[in-house]
């Protein structure tokens, strides 16, 4: 890639960045605002330092929340896709039931699912797993289906076996959409195990970073309320990172969304 | 010499109320290059379809009586996410050839249709005229005895169109193959086949027979010699007349 | 005739004064409470409905907290004026974040913060709930007077459940225990349960903080500290009136602004209220309502400190709470009056 391209791509989001630190910093300085209104970037970033080693845990069980309920997520939504594609009738049978998971408000779900599960992080699991599963089951419900009508009709002729048709066609027809799914459901999936745990709580050791915002909100530590929601943001940007890289990995040399000769 | 395949009174009906065929008969003989000409939507494809064994008809009987054949789509219709190598190998995949053993094969049909050195080259990186050799170097890796052809030049260039014409040719010789070409164009099908078959316009049927009698090879040459011309302006008042003749 | 020209121009005085005073614009005060309108804030209702505030020439807004609303920050961003706290943990973590709030009265002298457990499980002993296998607490408590219970009485992370008001798990699991206002709760698993729970007032066992405190900036009480005692003192009266007199009106303005809550709930909490000596007991009894004693905030911040929620010296107790507004014995008379009816 030219140096022109490279400057581009990651020097402007960067100068961006940077200049909208710089700007807060800025103004909470010359207004003398209060840190416990608007702490200054800098006032963020040695609460964060300081508080590291608690506020390090709580982004570790985080992640896991975030990540276990995604693979949990890409599991089920991929086996659920497939049962659908191979029967209409199974489809139309189960898909209110994803679409009413899909639209009901998880920050209402959670209270009531901690009541019937024991487990505070199970609770948490399957909060943050129902708002990333449906994306990708409908995604890949798609891809599924939109395997190029004449190579189905090819690998008839050869006479392919199901299998063979699944892992050598429906597989790579729907690789796209399912990466699209991932996509859309990995930011998701952190979204909702925060909120989930900002509604439900956590408890003791089994605490993320909600309850660490929640914990300086009612102590009135507003730079760590802000530090914590700081890696909140890091981790959201790096799971949008590692899923570009992935989708660019998969994708890279076939996919219309990821060649880069056709800017 | 049987006939390689028959069609006998064929009827072909859809699920949507659309007739695509009515009482369609014809019979090509083994070794033979003919070409199926008719007007847009006069159920070309379908006659295809029907003979690989795709669709069913209504009424009639289909009879094939080659042992393997092979179908190239209008579209090149590769794999995106494979490279060439691994389209070309398809087939024998499914068959149950590994990697290994098929590597052979596959490179002789990619030398076969130019294709050496692509190998490794996506899809996406080849140009219309590649991507259907691969296409065909994919039919052709199966070694089969009847090659059913939908419009497989369409898409192209004339040059290209005409490179591939005389390619195709060369490679009906070589592997001694019975050739079902359905084309649209009244050039292609008189420069290529032995035989055309003039389609009518929906329900279809053949309507006329026109044997082009010039002998193989045929050379760029000829597409400017009298013949040809004479060739083609039968065939082309045979299909003016089987495009007007739409009452059934 | 000198008499009565003086007494005739002290009457048009105060006539004319008192006129002043009634069509003065009334001075617009914004008091967050820390939960949904209950008994326990019954106070400050009651001087809203029967215009005590207007008296002393406020126009009070109360707006009520809820199970997910938190009301503080809004008092050192200037949204509101006033903030109901439920005890001095919070006025310590304030002080020692340098957030400039200050304590200027205390309505509940004891605070009715308790653990709640069924009863013939064992757990009629304090002791006892330590062992529970599942503590309900809410996000609030576990932040503050958990970690004391923890280090205090031996109460582990392992028992702790979140808490989210409703009262579903603790019925379902005979072996729950769960927090609870000594004042609320017990009345609501009555009315859900069927069954009287064993309550354990955190008070009788070393939790000796004040509750229902009014905290105000620190710039209100310096720049318009007469603003600060005039509604200290209307809540002082406030509180006497809910308590001793007629509190229909309040109730109903609470039963309305809550919908859930019932006229029998609200009853019986002010029953328990006066029962525990919750609002009027020790101090209050000598020197009004509201009474606070630096002595005992200082005990109650050496406690925590020894429970490892601060470190010594950590918290400025100067700058905690402000005692010049109460300890003036304010609604005394007022109380003896509705005391003879």
């Known amino acids: 890639m030219s140096i022109a391209a490279r400057l581009r791509d990651y020097g402007l989001p960067l100068a961006a960045f940077v200049g909208v630190i710089a700007l807060w910093e800025a103004v909470v300085r010359v207004n003398g605002i209060a840190q416990y209104i608007l702490p200054a970037p800098s006032r963020v970033l040695s609460t964060l330092i300081e508080n590291f080693g608690s506020l390090a845990t709580a982004w570790w069980f985080t992640i896991k929340i975030t990540f276990g309920a995604l693979l949990l997520a890409a599991v089920g939504g991929v086996l659920l896709a497939a049962a659908f594609a191979l029967s209409r009738t199974v489809e139309r049978a189960l898909f209110p039931f994803a679409i009413v998971l899909q639209v009901t408000p998880i920050v209402a779900i959670a209270p009531l699912i901690l009541i019937y599960v024991d487990s505070t992080t199970a609770a948490l699991l399957i909060c943050a797993w129902i708002v990333a599963f449906f994306p990708i089951l409908s995604n890949t419900v798609i891809g599924l289906r939109a395997a190029d009508p004449n190579l189905r009709d090819l690998f008839h002729l050869y006479r392919a076996t199901p299998w063979q048709r699944l892992r050598l066609l429906l597989v790579p027809s729907a690789l796209p959409y399912f990466i699209a799914g991932l996509k859309i459901s990995g930011g998701l999936a952190l979204i909702g195990a925060v909120v989930a745990e900002f509604t439900a709580g956590a408890a003791g050791r089994e605490t993320g970073l909600a309850s660490r915002i929640l914990e300086a909100s009612f102590r009135t530590e507003i730079p760590k309320m802000y530090a914590a929601l700081v890696l909140v943001s890091l981790t959201g940007v790096a799971i949008f990172l590692v899923f570009n890289v992935l989708s660019r990995w998969l994708l890279g040399r076939w996919h219309a969304t990821e060649r880069r000769d056709l800017e | 010499m049987a006939a390689a395949l028959e069609l006998d009174a064929v009827d072909k009906t859809f699920a949507t109320g659309v007739q695509a065929l009515a009482g369609a008969s014809f019979a090509v003989q083994s070794r033979e290059f003919v070409a199926l000409l008719g007007p847009s939507g006069c159920g070309k494809s379908t006659v295809l379809r029907l003979v690989a064994g795709l669709d069913a008809p209504s009424r009639g009987a289909v009879r094939v009586a080659e042992a393997s054949l092979s179908y190239v789509f209008q579209e090149p219709t590769l794999m995106p996410w494979a490279d060439v190598f691994d389209n070309v190998w398809l087939p024998l995949r499914i068959g149950g050839l590994s990697r290994a053993e098929a590597r052979a094969r596959v490179a002789t049909r990619l030398d076969a249709v130019g294709l050496t050195g692509f190998e490794h080259a996506f899809p996406a990186e080849l140009s219309g005229g590649m991507k259907m050799r691969a296409s065909i170097a994919r039919a052709l890796v199966t070694q089969p005895s009847l090659l059913l052809m939908d419009e497989p030049f369409g898409a192209l260039d004339e040059i290209t169109r005409g490179r591939l014409n005389d390619d195709l040719l060369s490679w009906w010789q070589a592997n001694q193959l019975t050739v079902l070409f359905v084309t649209h164009s009244v050039l292609e099908a008189v420069y290529l086949s032995q035989r055309v078959l003039v389609m009518s316009a929906r329900p279809g049927c053949v309507a006329a027979e026109i044997v082009i009698d010039a002998p193989y090879p045929r050379s760029p040459a000829w597409r400017t010699s009298v013949h040809y011309a004479q060739n083609a302006r039968a065939v082309s008042e045979a299909l003016e007349a089987a495009s007007v003749d739409q009452v059934r | ?325 109460v300890n003036r014995r304010v609604g005394i008379d007022l109380k003896e009056r509705l005391a003879a009816k």
């Open chain 3, 1 to 325: 005739m000198k008499t009565i020209r003086w007494l005739s121009a002290l009457m048009l005085t105060a006539v004319c004064s008192m006129s002043v005073a009634q069509t003065a614009p009334l001075q617009k005060v914004v008091f967050a409470t820390n939960w949904k309108a209950q008994a326990a804030h019954g106070g400050f209702y009651q001087s809203l409905v029967d215009g005590t505030y207007r008296k002393f020439g406020l126009d009070v807004t109360i707006v009520p907290g809820g199970p997910q609303v938190n009301n503080r920050p809004l008092l050192p961003a200037g949204r509101i004026d006033f903030l109901m706290t439920g005890n001095l943990l919070h006025s310590f973590d304030n002080v020692k974040n340098g957030v400039p709030t200050i304590a200027v009265a205390a309505i509940f002298q004891k605070d009715p913060q308790s653990l709640i457990a069924h009863p013939g499980q064992g757990y009629e002993k304090f002791e006892a709930l330590k062992n529970a296998p599942i503590a309900l607490i809410a996000k609030d408590g576990q932040f503050s007077w958990w970690q004391w219970l923890k280090v205090q009485h031996g109460f582990r992370d392992e028992q702790l459940k979140p808490y989210n008001y409703n009262l579903g798990p603790f019925l379902a699991n005979k072996k729950a225990v769960q927090q609870g206002y000594s004042v609320a709760e017990p009345i609501y698993v009555e009315k859900q349960g069927g069954f009287k729970p064993v309550v354990h007032l955190l008070a009788d066992h070393g939790f000796s903080t004040y509750s229902t405190l009014i905290e105000a900036r620190v710039g209100t009480v310096r720049d318009k500290p007469e603003l600060v005692q005039r509604f200290v003192d209307a809540s002082i009266l406030g509180w006497v009136n809910y308590l001793y007199g007629n509190r229909k009106a309040a109730n109903a303005l609470m039963r309305k602004e809550n919908p859930e809550m019932t006229e029998e709930e609200l009853e019986a909490s002010v029953a328990l209220i006066r029962a525990q000596g919750v609002v009027d007991s020790g101090e209050a009894l000598e020197r009004g309502i509201g009474a606070m004693n630096r002595a005992r905030i200082r005990d109650f911040y050496d406690k925590m400190v020894q429970a490892g929620l601060y470190n010594p010296g950590e918290v400025d107790l100067s700058k905690v709470v402000a005692t010049q507004f």
